[in-house]
């Protein structure tokens, strides 16, 4: 089955503890990216990757790191969380940049107290 | 102005009957729209795309005013299952930092 898997769904860490949330798409996508999403803003990219090793910001990217050792994972790290970083984030990932459907992650629900 | 605007609703009809409801972009160059299907707290799931002739997908119709710079959605027959919100999504042509930009979606409540 086609889909974008995430993990863990729920999280809930301290402020300062680096955390890592796991993305991996079975499509053979090329593009990946993370967005959050926040009551009354809606969903907003935080990184994208076009390819392995080819990553860049989006909209918020601050906070946040990624990575794309392999086609098929793109990790969202939070070195170190604050409480503003409380959000639910999904991945999601499409054929090509500026192609085809997106395809999403189930979510990933992380409070940051 | 934002760059996807929508009613964020919520829009409470009843069952059977037709709704109808608006999102406008401002990026002229955009070049693909469609609109997803969020359940609540869940992922977003393509619902359609919105292309420049029209189409329509059985109860629902999907139409793009370019000059007007506004995607439309209509579903008729609504079943108590169209309950979610919609979301508009835009592709900005070639140079744009991403392939979407969302609006932050209306809110459909299909009312027995």
């Known amino acids: 089955e086609a889909q974008v898997t995430q993990n863990p769904r729920y999280l809930i860490t301290v402020t300062g503890k680096k955390l890592t949330v796991t993305c991996s798409q079975n499509?053979?996508?090329?593009?990946m990216s993370w967005y959050r999403q926040d009551p009354g803003l809606g969903l907003r990219q935080i990184y994208y990757s076009m390819n392995v090793e080819v990553t860049d910001k989006g909209d918020v990217p601050e906070g946040y790191k990624v990575s794309r050792k392999e086609k098929r994972n793109f990790p969202l790290i939070l070195e170190s969380p604050s409480p503003n970083q409380t959000s639910l984030y999904f991945c999601?990932?499409?054929?090509?940049?500026?192609?085809?459907?997106?395809?999403f992650g189930q979510g990933t629900r992380l409070t940051v107290v | 102005r934002k760059e996807v605007e929508q009613d964020p609703g919520p829009f409470n009809v009843p069952e059977g009957a037709t709704v109808a409801f608006n999102c406008t972009y401002s990026?002229?160059?955009?070049?693909?729209f469609f609109w997803y299907r969020q359940d609540c707290r869940k992922e977003p799931k393509l619902l359609m795309s919105?292309?420049?002739s029209g189409n329509e997908d059985g109860r629902f119709t999907a139409q793009l005013n370019r000059a007007s710079q506004y995607i439309s959605l209509l579903i008729r027959d609504s079943k108590l299952s169209d309950s979610a919100t919609y979301l508009c999504?835009?592709?900005?042509?070639?140079?744009?930092?991403?392939?979407?930009?969302f609006g932050k979606g209306t809110h459909l409540i299909i009312q027995p």
């Open positions: 919105v292309y420049s």
């Open positions: 499509m053979n996508h090329e593009y």
């Open positions: 999601a990932s499409s054929l090509y940049r500026g192609r085809g459907e997106a395809f």
């Open positions: 990026n002229s160059a955009s070049q693909s």
């Open positions: 999504v835009v592709r900005p042509g070639r140079g744009g930092a991403d392939g979407l930009t």
